[in-house]
């Protein structure tokens, strides 16, 4: 399979230009995504997770190495590639209602009436299910309601690549997994690739095709696992399913096992 | 901390006891005069310098400030006992109900020749009378006061409207840079700033307004309020016999260094220009015949609305 | 809604200190215990406004001042905001400014008056220079400081969605940075309005400057009163009418 998005050999180090004298946020990692694939990225707090996705997003650069689309290399934001942030309450714009923010990719499109681009973007509203909640502010809304304004905003970008950082740790419980599944339709439905980074083992399981598990300080690819489950993914029964509990069985120990690794180092 | 505060308290109380003891008992006793630095209070200044003021146990702080409207704040607040004003100004205040009282003439129109109050302009400008001046500016040290009231009737006597005519306030030192930056078109100036300003060569007379207007019109007055007359009649009566003496001194000595270097001291101007002209006489009374046709110039400019019984303003000391 | 009527209250309230004042002050002069004819007794003074209004002396003046104050601080906020933009996004031009802003701003700029008309004359464009010069500064800083503040994911967001420069200062920047912009152009309406009366009062043929010092030439006390009446209450309708202003600008302002 072709690659849609890789990171070729790629190395950063923040605060100096040598492996002594800066902090190695991580060190040469060489991963890739086939198109249409959802690949999840776990790790422990602090591992540059966000870096890494920050820099597929062409928002920040590598030190060493590059970072590949379509063959490509990324060194500013690309157009097709969405980054999705952590913090959703700051990346929406409170001075503009719920649907003036999904316009803003679309705005200034050539050829296309306005009114046109304001029907697409009620349409997004309506795939995420805020349909009703256009004419708010974010400030109205809840946490959850405020991340799905961001995904209908970024699904308006029409990206071929989703970089999702994060996205679902700061909701509650079944926010998450109402959110979790939200996710997965809009997926199968348009297709893009997908690149989670995320420290829950068991949300990167039920979500991705595969898994890459990042080692602590100095950060590194540490394995890559195929989840094979069957799709679609359901909450309840996926989550009880045999192989589930053994990926995250598997998965959850090989993290434990780096933060016991890097307790003893100190 | 404390002994550190209780040693300055001690200190406090041996400086108060100290000063107390080194100044002269109630032996001279202050007179606070706001005057403006120009001829007119020369002799004031030479009564200073001669002593007058001392011999009679009397001490005199001056205070500069622009003008009449500008003393008589001071002098009603407070701050004054004595204020260099002009007629127009006393005469306004008291139509307010503010108790002022004229104690001594200080300056008069006696002869065109002795005319040290012009009013100035440029050269180059063309200007020639009232009518030329309309949509211009002209420089006052104050509006609302005597130069500013026959600046207005010259206007008008020379076939110009002064509403018209915009009035800038320009203190009277600032006037001549202010013309010749072109900031204004004309100026009302005295002396000694108006003998300065007329050694460049672009700058012309256009007339004399007292002169022209008023022969003999009563311009310049000490001032004061019934409350410090009734507090301090002697010091009051004390003053105006200092003044008359210096008066007396400066009318016979208007050619003497003495009184060029006096002058410089205290308006900041070069005393060299003074010897070229010839010094007006001071006059040592009020005239109320004159005073009257000024209080009736004021009513004929919309500045008063009705007469204003004089011998109410003027005390029988100026007489 | 809840939120209306919280504005209003607030509003009601902050009357009450004013009327105080002038209670306070009406029977001190009623009892006599202050100087009828340098502090008159409000209702006296009242008595003057009013016929300010039937002389239709009134107007001129008010409305020439709010002219001159209206062309300085539209100027000065122009100015403000796209200097304060321009600094807080270009290092160069920040290197070249910073030091005269930092100079220029400690100074109060009724200092600056003689010198400015030394420069420019003693006319309307030294008015209005000094006024801008006045108010210049708040906004400015504001303007700066509420774009250097901004949260690093908003602007990251408009990278992600490949905004130029141009559309990201003015859909992003400018926006996010207004609640920061208007509380400086708040500090900026009082300090131009002070200047303006100075200008006017040193410089002006007319307005409201001019009438207060041309009163007290001549000991007019009432009537001088009754202009100082009309400013406070010019200053204070100018501050209420731009915290309506505000309300509808920034109705986000410390919810998110």
């Not at chain 1, 029964?237 to 933060?259: G, Q």
């Not at chain 3, 002050?25 to 007794?41: D, F, M, Q, S, V």
């Not at chain 3, 208007?182 to 009082?190: D, E, N, Q, V």
Request: aromatic residues 8%; proline residues 6%; positive net charge.
């Amino acid at each position: 399979m072709s690659k849609k998005l890789g990171f070729d050999h790629v190395t950063k180090i923040f605060g100096g230009t040598g492996k002594d004298t800066g902090f190695v946020a991580f060190d040469d990692i060489t991963l890739e995504a086939s198109p249409s694939e959802f690949l999840a990225i776990v790790g422990p707090s602090g591992c540059g997770k966000s870096t890494l996705l920050k820099m597929a997003a062409g928002l920040m650069p590598p030190t060493k190495g590059k970072i590949l689309l379509d063959g490509k290399p990324v060194l500013e934001p690309p157009p097709g590639v969405v980054y999705l942030f952590q913090q959703y309450a700051k990346s929406l714009f409170a001075w503009r209602t719920v649907i003036d923010n999904v316009m803003f990719p679309l705005e200034g499109t050539p050829g296309v009436k306005r009114a046109e681009l304001r029907e697409r973007c009620r349409d997004y509203l309506r795939q995420v299910g805020l349909a009703e909640f256009s004419d708010r502010y974010p400030w109205q809304l809840s946490g959850g309601m405020q991340q799905r304004v961001a995904i209908a905003r970024a699904l308006a970008a029409d990206p071929s690549v989703l970089l999702l950082d994060e996205p679902f740790s700061a909701v509650d419980a079944l926010t998450r997994m109402e959110l979790q599944s939200l996710m997965l339709q809009l997926w199968q439905r348009k297709k893009f690739t997908a690149i989670l980074v995320t420290h829950d083992v068991e949300e990167a399981v039920f979500l991705a095709d595969r898994v890459a598990v990042l080692g602590a300080k100095p950060t590194a690819l540490k394995e890559i696992v195929d989840v094979g489950l069957p799709r679609p993914r359901d909450q309840l029964t996926t989550r009880e399913d045999a192989r589930f509990l053994k990926l995250r069985h598997h998965l959850t120990t090989s993290l434990l096992a780096k933060s016991a690794e890097h307790v003893a180092a100190i | 901390m404390r002994r550190i505060l209780l040693s300055m308290g001690g200190l406090l109380v041996a400086l108060l006891a100290f000063s107390h003891a080194v100044a002269p008992a109630a032996e001279l006793q202050k007179v606070r005069v706001s005057i403006i630095p120009i001829n007119d209070v020369a002799p004031l200044f030479v009564a200073i310098h001669n002593g007058y003021f001392k011999d009679v146990g009397i001490e005199i702080d001056t205070t500069p400030t622009t003008g009449g409207a500008t003393g008589i704040p001071g002098l009603v607040g407070g701050s004054f006992d004595i204020s260099y004003g002009n007629v127009v100004s006393a005469l306004l205040a008291s139509q307010q109900g503010l108790n002022v009282r004229v104690i001594a003439q200080v300056t008069k129109r006696y002869d065109r020749k002795t005319d040290t109050t012009p009013i100035i302009v440029r050269a180059d400008s063309g200007i020639k009378s009232g009518k030329d001046l309309e949509g211009k500016s002209l420089a006052v040290n104050t509006r609302n006061n005597v130069i500013w009231l026959y600046a207005r009737a010259w206007v008008k006597a020379t076939g110009g409207d002064p509403e018209k005519v915009t009035f800038k306030e320009v203190p009277f030192p600032q006037m001549e840079d202010a013309l010749l930056q072109k900031r204004i078109d004309a100026a009302f100036l005295v002396a000694p700033f108006s003998i300065v300003a007329l050694k460049k060569p672009e700058l012309t007379t256009v007339a004399y307004p007292y002169s022209d207007l008023q022969m003999g019109v009563n311009v310049g007055q000490w001032i004061t309020t019934t409350k410090v007359m009734a507090d301090k009649p002697e010091v009051i009566k004390k003053f105006v016999a200092g003044w008359r003496k210096g008066v007396e001194w400066y009318n016979e000595n208007r050619t003497n260094p003495v009184l060029y270097s006096i002058i410089t001291g205290y308006s900041k101007t070069d005393a060299s220009v003074l010897k070229t002209v010839a010094l007006e006489k001071a006059p040592l009374k009020c005239d109320l015949p004159q005073i009257k046709t000024t209080m009736d110039l004021m009513i004929e400019n919309k500045l008063l609305t009705k007469p204003l019984d004089l011998s109410k303003i003027i005390d029988p000391l100026a007489l | 809604m809840s939120q209306r009527s919280e504005t209003l209250n607030v509003n009601l309230w902050g009357f009450v200190s004013p009327v105080a004042v002038l209670c306070i002050w009406e029977t001190a002069g009623a009892l006599g215990w202050i100087n009828p004819i340098l502090l008159p007794r409000p209702s006296q003074i009242v008595l003057s406004l009013i016929e300010l209004v039937t002389d239709g002396v009134l107007f001129g003046p008010l409305l020439r001042t709010i002219a001159l104050f209206i062309v300085g601080y539209s100027l000065a906020s122009l100015i403000g905001i796209a200097i304060g933009v321009a600094m807080a996004t270009n290092r160069i031009l920040y290197g070249l400014l910073e030091p005269l802003v930092e100079c220029l701003r400690p100074v109060p700029k009724s200092a600056l008056v003689p010198v400015l008309f030394l420069f420019l004359g003693i006319g309307k464009v030294t008015m209005i220079t000094i006024v801008v010069l006045a108010a210049v500064f708040p906004i400015l800083i504001s303007t700066f400081q509420g774009v250097k503040s901004l949260d690093p994911v908003l602007l990251e967001t408009g990278r992600t969605f490949q905004v130029s420069r141009l559309r990201a200062i003015v859909s992003i920047i400018l926006p996010a940075s207004l609640p920061m912009i208007l509380a400086g152009m708040r500090t900026a309406l009082g300090l131009g309005l002070v200047l303006v009366i100075l200008a006017e009062m040193l410089a002006g043929e007319d307005g409201i400057g001019f009438r207060i010092l041309d009163l007290q030439r001549s000991f007019q006390i009432r009537d001088m009163f009754a202009w100082i009446f009309v400013l406070v209450a010019l200053g204070g309708g100018l501050m209420m009418l731009f915290g309506f202003v505000e309300q509808r600008l920034v109705p986000w302002r410390g919810k998110t």
